[in-house]
């Protein structure tokens, strides 16, 4: 491709210490609509292989990814920040959404019936739903990417990503995987800039684009919907959460916590499923509260190449301003620190593993998304109580919920507005479950058949 002059560049950074790790070339909106013209191109032919055939390219994909752990989990600590062994497992769960979804592209399947009056029989069959722009956020880089470009493909679409200008070389590095797994020419563009507005803009609004799959922020997703507004396109939307974590009273605590450094810690605190929220029996608070903390301060801060790192810095300097902005605000509202509290010096954008206890209500933290490792604890005394609370926000990813009456935490999980429900457990993504939100968290689920069908379009046939 010949390069505009004009067109700039970015640099990736290390957010470890704040070094550039390299420069890229930022894609214009021309870019973004040759890369429209390259999937248009070769959608009829990705559409029309035999599904199998699809299948055994994501298959290939799955197993190149699986030999070449280390190496993606290396571009995600560089330019993410996060632990190695975590980097890791998120290599492998990136792979796993091309294993499901290969074993899913061959039961894209339809209905067949007769008409109520007996008049005709209607055939309903699965069409590709076309050029889809997939948009992904910077926490994840190798998941999210594949959790979109597995479902995609395996459906027969032909894609545009565009990763978080954060994270693009993981997304690079991934796009090259796909190539040697056998994925045609034009099937999968990935386009890189700093500067996402005018290039997604651009996209969304060539009308040969009929899908827009994007993760990332709750206020970027109401824009980008405004967008595909205009042009009518097929929208699924992963956004932001603010999950609230119960530990009723009769939780068994030594899971409650366990499962608690879970949901919180993994990812460092930056994943949309995080629990911004403990909200714990009274009886219990206290308990739960010193546990939690001895648990938190025991977790080892350093470089994500260090061996044994558990928590790696913040993804930027502004990440690292929210997540002090909010503590500042708790703790100016009355809540108390039992651990953290302060960022910690030297180069990089560490914040250590932080506890807040009696946090007031109308605290900030308790209305956006935190995304850091500080967990704020609030109490209730009754269940109907603890429902009120977990339901009071405009999200509904997730929710998690401790005790040792199944039952029980079943029916509170019911009255939760979320898409999913965590029992007894602090994590629950899964490539074969269907990821998703409710309220203001999104549109749509990611992950088992779910995942599929958010790239198929139903075509039905009448006929005698
Ligand atoms: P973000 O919304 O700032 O950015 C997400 C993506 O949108 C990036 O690729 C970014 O470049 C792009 N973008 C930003 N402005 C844009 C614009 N005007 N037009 C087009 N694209 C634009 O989010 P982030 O900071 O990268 O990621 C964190 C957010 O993602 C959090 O809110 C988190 O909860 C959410 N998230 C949700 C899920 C989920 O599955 N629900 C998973 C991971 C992250």
């Not at 769960?93 to 894209?108: H, T």
């Not at 080892?300 to 690292?320: C, K, S």
């Amino acid at each position: 491709m010949v390069l505009a002059p004009e067109r700039s560049r970015f640099p990736v950074l290390d957010p470890s210490d704040g070094s550039v790790i390299e420069t890229l070339e930022s894609a214009t909106p021309q870019d973004g609509l040759a890369a429209v013209d390259a999937a248009a191109g070769a959608a009829e032919a990705w559409a029309s292989r035999a599904p199998r055939e699809r299948a055994e390219i994501l298959r290939n994909a799955y197993e190149l990814m699986t030999e070449r752990l280390d190496e993606i989990a290396s571009a995600i600590v560089r330019e993410m920040g996060k632990p190695f062994v975590e980097a890791r497992g998120e290599a492998g769960y990136a792979a796993e959404f091309l294993r499901w979804f290969s074993e899913e592209a061959v039961r894209a399947n339809g209905d067949y019936g007769v008409a109520p009056a007996g008049t005709n029989r209607m055939l309903v069959a699965h069409a590709p739903v076309g050029v889809s722009l997939l948009i992904t956020p910077w926490n994840f880089p190798a998941a999210m990417a594949t959790r979109k470009i597995g479902p995609a493909l395996a459906a027969g679409c032909t894609v545009v990503l565009k990763p978080a200008e954060e994270t693009p070389l993981t997304a690079l590095l991934i796009a090259g995987i796909l190539r040697e797994a056998g994925v045609p020419e034009g099937v999968v563009n990935v386009v890189v800039t700093d500067d996402p507005g005018p290039l997604c803009e651009a996209i969304l609004a060539d009308p040969r684009v009929r899908k827009l799959s994007f993760t990332g922020s709750t206020a970027v997703g109401r824009h980008l919907l405004g967008l595909a507004a205009r042009s009518v396109i097929n929208t699924s939307m992963e956004l932001g959460g603010n999950a609230p974590f119960l530990v009723l009273a009769d939780a068994d605590l030594d899971v409650a916590v366990r499962e608690a450094m879970a949901a919180k810690m993994r990812n460092g605190g930056e994943a949309c499923t995080a629990a911004n929220r403990f909200l714990v029996h009274e009886s219990v608070a206290e308990d739960f509260a010193a546990r939690l903390t001895t648990a938190m301060s025991a977790v080892r801060v350093a470089h994500g190449f260090e061996d044994d790192a558990q928590l790696g810095p913040l993804i930027n300097a502004a990440a690292r301003e929210k997540v002090e902005r909010l503590v500042a605000d708790a703790v100016s509202r009355g809540a108390r620190v039992r651990c953290g509290g302060e960022r910690l010096p030297g180069p990089g954008f560490f914040y250590p593993p932080t506890v807040l206890d009696a946090v007031q209500p109308g605290s900030e933290l308790l209305r956006e998304e935190i995304f850091g490792p500080v967990a704020p604890i609030m109490t209730f005394t009754s269940e109907d109580e603890a429902v009120q609370m977990a339901n009071d926000t405009e999200y509904g990813l997730v929710a998690f919920v401790c005790s040792r009456d199944l039952r029980r935490a079943m029916a509170i999980g019911e009255r939760i507005e979320t898409g999913m429900v965590g029992l007894n457990r602090g994590v629950v993504s899964d490539p074969a479950a269907p990821f998703g939100g409710a309220k203001q968290s999104g549109i749509g689920r990611e992950g088992g058949h779910h995942g599929l069908l958010e790239f198929l379009e139903p075509k039905y046939f009448a006929f005698d």
